[in-house]
């Protein structure tokens, strides 16, 4: 057979790529089926606390659910107070920073790697994901490798991320765009602002 597109039978790899020997990458895939996913929804320490011992950086107080899925949790920096809903993939590649007081809703993909198609051995490469502090990443979004999201942005339900997208804004679509101004949310009796009105005072 002729390969015109791509030779899997070449690829291979790269040295290091994991992060981590083959043993600890199948230790943690055994650790999250048998005692990550089974435990009770309420046991956010403990998920946290297996988290940590595979490297992952959890701030306190961290939401995780039961059945989010991480690739290699040591490349995996989740901030304080910060939520991850259910069945979220952290597909950790590379690097994934999610901020403090962030959510990440559920069915929600972050996708750190890829592959070169312009190749024949279709090599694997990967680019870190940032997600800002205060962010909310809606229902079943995907976020695409080497995306970073301002502080505060808004990303509406089944939006996919290909490029950056500035603070303080709402976003939607396939590929999302800014559609407005995130609202600064008021105190009692007040009217919320636009997030851009926090940088003019």
Not at 59 to 88: C, H, L, M, N, S
Not at 157 to 174: E, N, Q, T, Y
């Amino acid at each position: 057979m002729e390969h015109r597109y791509q030779d899997l039978s070449t690829f291979t790899m790269p040295p290091g790529f994991r992060g981590r020997p083959a043993w600890v990458v199948q230790l943690w895939w055994i650790v999250e089926a048998l005692l990550f996913r089974p435990s009770p929804q309420f046991l956010y320490g403990w998920r946290r606390w297996l988290l940590r011992q595979f490297g992952a950086e959890v701030g306190r107080g961290a939401v995780i659910r039961p059945t989010v899925r991480t690739q290699f949790p040591w490349k995996v920096k989740i901030g304080e107070y910060a939520w991850i809903g259910d069945d979220v993939v952290l597909y950790s590649l590379g690097p994934i920073h999610i901020g403090p007081h962030a959510v990440v809703s559920q069915k929600t993909y972050l996708c750190t790697g890829s592959h070169d198609p312009a190749k024949l051995d279709f090599p694997i490469f990967s680019q870190p994901i940032s997600i800002g502090a205060e962010c909310w990443i809606a229902t079943d979004v995907y976020v695409a490798p080497g995306v970073s999201i301002g502080q505060g942005t808004l990303v509406g339900a089944r939006s996919s991320v290909f490029k950056d997208l500035p603070a303080g804004k709402v976003c939607v679509g396939s590929p999302a765009r800014v559609i407005r101004d995130r609202l600064v949310p008021a105190t009692v009796g007040a009217p919320a602002a636009p997030a851009h009105q926090l940088n003019e005072n």
